[in-house]
């Protein structure tokens, strides 16, 4: 899976989280990068599994392409 994911700092929460911008709605959190990284893999997954039981297309990767 080559999508760009966004990671911020939720000061409020006091947790980390991962948005993925090319999958809308797709995020989640952790309490480290790491953790919020690893939850965010498992999100992608089921909102790709959700997506296709859905009939929905699965948008492709914007910045997993070769444009840099």
Same mark, same amino acid.
Do not use: H
């Given at each position: 899976? *080559?999508?760009?994911?966004?990671?911020?700092? !939720?000061?409020?929460?006091? $947790?980390?989280? %991962? =948005?993925?911008?090319?999958?809308?709605?797709?995020? +989640?959190?952790?309490? !480290?990068? *790491?953790?919020?990284?690893? *939850?965010?893999?498992?999100?992608? $997954?089921?909102?790709?599994? =959700? +997506?296709? +039981?859905?009939? $929905?297309?699965?948008?492709?990767? %914007? #910045?997993? $392409?070769?444009? #840099?």
């Amino acid at each position: 899976m *080559n999508y760009c994911i966004l990671l911020k700092y !939720s000061a409020e929460e006091k $947790r980390y989280v %991962v =948005t993925v911008p090319d999958l809308p709605g797709c995020m +989640a959190d952790g309490e !480290s990068p *790491n953790e919020a990284y690893e *939850n965010v893999k498992i999100v992608m $997954r089921e909102w790709m599994e =959700t +997506a296709q +039981a859905d009939g $929905r297309p699965i948008p492709e990767p %914007v #910045f997993g $392409r070769d444009k #840099f």
